[in-house]
């Protein structure tokens, strides 16, 4: 998220929940195009390493169900 926009994120944090949203949202999208359905887990940070506001989403996918896939194009 560029640093531009982190003050009206701080000003509407629900706004971080969104960002939460749109990072799972991108890869079930990908995963739904190739009849995937993998396992997502999201955090939000807000502040980063120096502590100051620095929004930020965390975001892991199991491999599960992309290897089955790779395994049957092959």
Same mark, same amino acid.
């Given at each position: 998220? =560029?640093?531009?926009?982190?003050? &009206? &994120?701080?000003?509407?944090?629900? !706004?971080? %929940?969104?960002?939460?949203? !749109? *990072?799972?949202?991108?890869?079930?999208? &990908?995963? +739904?195009?190739?009849? &995937?359905? =993998?396992?997502?887990?999201? *955090?939000? $940070?807000?502040? %980063? +390493?120096?502590?100051?506001? $620095?929004? $930020?989403?965390?975001?892991?996918?199991?491999? %599960? %169900?992309?290897? *089955?896939?790779?395994?049957?194009? !092959?």
């Amino acid at each position: 998220m =560029p640093c531009e926009y982190w003050p &009206i &994120i701080r000003a509407n944090r629900w !706004l971080l %929940g969104e960002m939460n949203q !749109l *990072a799972a949202d991108v890869i079930l999208t &990908i995963c +739904r195009d190739l009849n &995937i359905t =993998p396992g997502v887990f999201t *955090a939000i $940070h807000t502040w %980063g +390493r120096d502590q100051k506001w $620095h929004p $930020h989403v965390y975001f892991s996918t199991t491999a %599960g %169900g992309i290897s *089955a896939f790779i395994a049957k194009t !092959l």
